[in-house]
Every structure is written in structure tokens, then in C-alpha cells.
């Protein structure tokens, strides 16, 4: 199982991205799909999640600029980033929580994170 994004770049305050994560591979089910993300000499925070019932959650810090949306294939997670801020600038991490695979196993799996620099 691999989860692979993409849609990362330099942008200028108050302009627009929109990441991509595709998880392929042996799936059976996926119960959730989010994006986290970490900024230079931060921890890593959750930016947004959505559930396989279309349930979404944001970070305050993002809420009314982000949109996080599961594409027509199931194991899709888009985010539209809006009005994006300096603030904003941070490695975006794709997470896929419980993921259930054809062979049993249930986990959690990370992409390999796409960089987002917002400039002033």
C-alpha cells in the first residue's frame, strides 16, 4: 500500500493550491483520510480530515480557507487551500487512518508529504 501526493509548490499570500493523495494498492477500506502537516522547527498538526461517511474536521487555523473532499475513487483526498498565508508554509503529510488491506491488516499509512511555501 502506497499513499502518493501531490499539488505542493510556492505560492504568494492570498493565492490558491489544491494537494492530492491517491492510496493504492490492497484495499479493502479506508476510514478515514486527512492531511497533517509540519512546519519548520513545529510539530506536526492535523490540518483536515474526512471520514468514509463524508464526516469533515478542520484545525481552527484553517477552517473557512481549506476544503478537504474525497474524490469519486474512495481512496482519493483532495484539499483546496484558499487564501493561504505565510503562515501556512509547511510539508503537507496525506494519512490514511485504518486502513483495511486484502491481506488483513489494519493501520495507519502516511504519504511522503508534498512542500507548501507561501511567500509574503
Known amino acids: 500500500v502506497q499513499l502518493q501526493a501531490s499539488g505542493g509548490g510556492l505560492v504568494q499570500a492570498g493565492g490558491s493550491l489544491r494537494l492530492s493523495c491517491v492510496a493504492s494498492g490492497s484495499i479493502l477500506s479506508i476510514n478515514a483520510m486527512g492531511w497533517y502537516r509540519q512546519a519548520p522547527g513545529k510539530g506536526r498538526e492535523m490540518v483536515a480530515g474526512?471520514?468514509?461517511?463524508?464526516?469533515?474536521i478542520y484545525a481552527d487555523a484553517v477552517k473557512g480557507r481549506f476544503t478537504i473532499s474525497r474524490g469519486n475513487a474512495k481512496n482519493t483526498v483532495h484539499l483546496q487551500m484558499d487564501s493561504l498565508k505565510p503562515e501556512d508554509t509547511a510539508i503537507y503529510y496525506c494519512n490514511a487512518e485504518n486502513l483495511r488491506t486484502g491481506w488483513g491488516s489494519i493501520r495507519d499509512y502516511w504519504g511522503q508529504g508534498t512542500l507548501v511555501t507561501v511567500s509574503s
Open positions: 474526512i471520514t468514509s461517511g463524508d464526516f469533515t
